[in-house]
């Protein structure tokens, strides 16, 4: 481990889960709007999804993606199509008058939360990317896997600290008498990141 910076490592994914993004704007939208248990769940499946691209990008899925067009693109494709189905989604309910139904009717179950922030998660294509510059700059060439292992439970249990952190954040009653008061607000705010995070993905071009 002596020569893997893992202070840089983490640093930097420090910074890229606790900037505003689409998992922790939907975190957000969830655990305000049904409450901790669906916001919690939410960051799980968003922790597992990671989990998931960090493990891909350690044993150079990144590199096949990118050396691959058509896999890329397809990825790109759904996650952009994804978050702008939410974006339609918080636009409707910012349009929808009146008070927002009572959450013990609309609270999802636990596994439709976890399946919304993996689906979320993993049609991200530049999380992939993130964690192969990530491990390009603080891993040297030639790692032995247990110290490449080290470093993904590191990243690992910093994601679960953060992603879960915010759930229980915005999950207060504070938060969600926010919510309530300020709705409409809210949603809208929801539906243009949506937009927009939608937009960069399908804008962006990556070589």
Do not use: D
């Given at each position: ?49 990671s989990l998931i691209w960090s493990v891909s990008a350690a044993f150079g899925l990144g ?119 300020l709705r409409r607000g809210f949603e809208a705010a929801f539906a243009a990141a949506f ?13």
């Amino acid at each position: 481990m002596e020569n893997v910076n893992l202070v840089l490592i983490l640093a930097a994914a420090f910074l890229g889960a606790v900037s505003p993004g689409p998992a922790t704007l939907t975190i957000a939208c969830t655990a305000m709007q049904h409450g901790r248990k669906p916001g919690l769940a939410l960051a799980a499946a968003v922790c597992t999804g990671s989990l998931i691209w960090s493990v891909s990008a350690a044993f150079g899925l990144g590199a096949v993606m990118l050396a691959n067009a058509w896999m890329f693109e397809a990825v790109r494709y759904i996650g952009a199509g994804y978050l702008m189905y939410l974006a339609i989604r918080s636009a409707r309910s910012a349009l929808r008058h009146g008070a927002p139904a009572l959450r013990a009717s609309a609270v999802p179950t636990l596994r439709s939360a976890y399946g919304k922030g993996l689906a979320l998660h993993l049609t991200n294509p530049k999380a992939v990317l993130f964690f192969g510059s990530l491990y390009a700059i603080g891993l040297p060439p030639g790692t032995p896997v247990s110290a490449l292992l080290v470093v993904m439970a590191a990243i690992a249990v910093q994601s679960i600290l953060i992603f879960h952190g915010y759930a229980l954040l915005f999950s207060s009653q504070e938060a969600s008498r926010i919510y309530l008061r300020l709705r409409r607000g809210f949603e809208a705010a929801f539906a243009a990141a949506f937009g927009a995070a939608s937009w960069q993905i399908l804008a962006a071009r990556f070589s």
